[in-house]
């Protein structure tokens, strides 16, 4: 029963992305996904955009980078678009393979 009560609902992170970019809309606001670099990859280093905006960063549609290294999971819930009942999902996470 407790373990019931404390389960959390998937939500994965594309549609928290979706969700959060539904509400910043409303700023002029976007949250983006950095790119990942093959080539820096490869070489076993991060690339230079992941290093100075980390995997989210939020920018002002008029251009300007507003936010950097941004959680996703703490600005979905700073916006009140991911509840307390949810968390992200990652795939793979908590599945069986019999």
Same mark, same amino acid.
């Given at each position: 029963?407790?373990?019931?009560? #404390?389960? #959390?609902?998937?939500?994965?992170? /594309?549609?928290l992305?979706?969700?959060?970019?539904?509400? $910043?809309? =409303?700023?002029?606001?976007? !949250? /983006? #996904?950095t /790119? @990942? *670099? &093959?080539?820096?990859?490869?070489?076993? +280093?991060? +690339?230079?955009? %992941?290093?100075?905006? =980390? *995997?989210? @960063?939020v920018?002002?549609?008029?251009?300007?980078?507003?936010? *950097? &290294?941004?959680?996703?999971?703490? $600005?979905? /819930? #700073?916006?009140?678009? !991911?509840?307390? %009942?949810?968390?992200? &999902?990652?795939?793979?996470? =908590?599945?069986? &393979? *019999?």
């Amino acid at each position: 029963m407790e373990a019931e009560a #404390k389960a #959390k609902v998937p939500v994965t992170a /594309r549609a928290l992305v979706q969700r959060i970019n539904r509400k $910043l809309r =409303g700023v002029d606001q976007l !949250l /983006r #996904k950095t /790119r @990942y *670099d &093959h080539e820096a990859g490869v070489n076993g +280093s991060e +690339s230079r955009a %992941w290093q100075d905006l =980390g *995997d989210y @960063y939020v920018v002002d549609l008029a251009g300007p980078i507003v936010e *950097d &290294h941004v959680d996703l999971e703490a $600005l979905g /819930r #700073k916006l009140g678009v !991911l509840e307390p %009942w949810e968390a992200i &999902h990652t795939p793979g996470e =908590g599945t069986r &393979h *019999d």
